[in-house]
């Protein structure tokens, strides 16, 4: 065995099996690993990945649901020297194809109700549930014993969610990923008496790279779900073996809109973890309204820097409930106008990022790499404001701020009023083209019981200058998403627009 030279992906798990063998690391369905049976799991997967004709350096997808096996797969790559591709598994058609193709994947890792939808002659290793899946073959194999990556080797391709451009991507290597991990640690307060459950997807960065991998890091159990299912979740909490919990506003918006959200013993829960998106600001209230006593964790950051950049402690809530907090520490964040320099604390800016956290750009797209890296820092896309105490604010992505007869407008505002109105269970404000106002501001809402669009117009009207207000409500059944919960303003403005 070759020496290693830093810190490794797979290493994180390899020292926690040293510390704590004998506990256990993850608990999916019926089946439990210790920390050393995850470690020689994920050693005798790296084996069987390379039977494959695999060599280091070479892309694997992989196409499957939450499980134990999809984890081991991901770390078997990491010590493999291969680049992990995680796909969303809900994509089909043309848009699986692109990240196939466009990442050039040797091999993807699937599971067998998913393997049918893959571009013909792609190869395929079943993950679970089929002869010869990658669990199959665990026993057989030797314990991989070859080469350890480099820390500044590429571990995955974390593609970026694609809501305005096709998808990015974003060229992770160890060491931008083991940074993230230990500013998660300290940021998030993780430790090994949590007991935290994943149930978010793991192709997505959120729940894989800020919870999963750091709760491994520091020796906790954790339970894995096929997806966050409220009686699971609740049942779980109410038998104390849940303490800690993580969600995009959209699962915790529904998690509060539930019957029995109110009457359920949730008082174990300890730890409540929210991002991946904006979180309106009534429903945080309502939610600690109901738990007082538990610990809120606003998280931002995006693909590109692993990707957590800054976090919101529960002690700094009051007062900035709609902050995203302050950097991480391993993350140097500032607030910069269009020519790049810093803008006064409380004015609108981008934000810039610099970090050993960052990828190395994208994944064959040297222009859009160029485009994002200028001048030494990372431009991020999102428009925010910085308080003189260092806590920022997320405004609105910069391609999502509507120019309101030359006024520009940001939509989360607008949201946040309307969702104070008792009709409206989620919203997205977008700007469609319109001849008077450039961008005419409209609410797409999706409604509880019955509601008007006067009824909402004269609503926003009261609580908002009447150019912020919407000009126009549509109603929908529901908002299109994507895996980590963000609501795709690029497909509404296609809808809507024409």
Same mark, same amino acid.
């Given at each position: 065995m070759t020496p290693g030279h830093g810190s490794t992906v797979d290493g994180v798990l390899r020292r926690s099996a040293r510390r704590t063998p004998a506990r256990v690391a993850v608990d999916y369905g019926e089946r439990s690993w210790t920390y050393e049976e995850l470690d020689d799991a994920v050693s005798r997967a790296a084996t069987v990945l390379l039977d494959q004709g695999l060599t280091p350096g070479d892309r694997v997808g992989s196409y499957g649901h939450n499980s134990d096996a999809y984890l081991i797969g991901f770390l078997a790559c990491a010590r493999a020297g291969l680049v992990h591709v995680p796909v969303n598994h809900n994509l089909t058609g043309d848009d699986l194809a692109y990240i196939v193709g466009q990442s050039g994947s040797t091999l993807v890792l699937t599971d067998p109700d998913l393997a049918g939808q893959?571009?013909?002659?792609?190869?395929?290793?079943?993950?679970?549930?089929?002869?010869?899946?990658?669990?199959?073959?665990?026993?057989?194999?030797?314990?991989?014993?070859?080469?350890?990556?480099?820390?500044?080797?590429?571990?995955?391709l974390l593609y970026t969610s694609g809501t305005t451009a096709l998808p990015k991507g974003a060229m992770l290597t160890h060491r931008a990923l083991v940074h993230e991990y230990l500013s998660a640690i300290t940021a998030l307060d993780l430790s090994a008496g949590d007991r935290p459950v994943h149930s978010l997807p793991l192709y997505h960065s959120a729940q894989m790279h800020v919870f999963l991998l750091p709760y491994l890091a520091v020796g906790a159990t954790n339970i894995i779900l096929d997806a966050p299912d409220g009686d699971r979740l609740f049942d779980l909490i109410e038998a104390g073996r849940v303490d800690s919990l993580f969600a995009p506003p959209t699962v915790w918006i529904g998690l509060a809109n539930r019957a029995d959200f109110a009457t359920r013993d949730l008082r174990g829960l300890r730890k409540a973890y929210y991002g991946a998106s904006i979180m309106p600001v009534p429903v945080l209230e309502r939610l600690r309204e109901r738990l007082p006593k538990l610990a809120f964790y606003n998280c931002f950051g995006q693909s590109e820097i692993g990707p957590l950049a800054t976090v919101l402690g529960p002690d700094e809530h009051k007062g900035r409930m709609d902050s995203c907090g302050r950097p991480v520490l391993f993350v140097d964040a500032r607030v910069v106008d269009e020519e790049g320099k810093d803008v006064p604390d409380g004015t609108p800016g981008e934000v810039v990022y610099r970090s050993p956290q960052l990828c190395e750009g994208y994944w064959d797209k040297p222009e859009e790499t160029a485009a994002a890296f200028r001048d030494g820092w990372f431009h991020s896309g999102d428009l925010a404001v910085r308080d003189a105490h260092g806590f920022f604010t997320v405004v609105d992505r910069v391609k999502d701020v509507i120019n309101s007869g030359g006024v520009l407008v940001a939509s989360?505002?607008?949201? /946040?009023?309307?969702?104070?109105?008792?009709?409206? !269970?989620? #919203?997205?404000?977008? %700007?469609?083209? /319109?001849?008077?106002?450039?961008?005419?501001?409209? !609410?797409? #809402?999706?409604?509880? %019981?019955?509601?008007?669009?006067?009824?909402?117009?004269?609503?926003?009207?009261?609580?908002?200058?009447?150019?912020?207000?919407?000009?126009r409500v549509v109603f929908v059944d529901e908002l299109p998403r994507n895996a980590s919960g963000k609501i795709l303003k690029r497909e509404l403005r296609e809808q809507f627009g024409n």
């Open positions: 893959l571009p013909d002659g792609v190869r395929t290793l079943p993950l679970r549930d089929a002869d010869g899946s990658l669990l199959d073959r665990l026993p057989s194999a030797e314990p991989y014993d070859g080469p350890e990556p480099r820390t500044e080797d590429l571990v995955q989360r505002q607008i949201e /946040d009023v309307l969702y104070t109105h008792e009709g409206v !269970a989620e #919203v997205a404000v977008i %700007g469609l083209p /319109d001849d008077r106002w450039i961008e005419a501001v409209t !609410a797409v #809402v999706v409604p509880r %019981g019955e509601v008007t669009e006067s009824q909402l117009i004269d609503h926003a009207r009261e609580k908002l200058a009447h150019f912020k207000a919407p000009k």
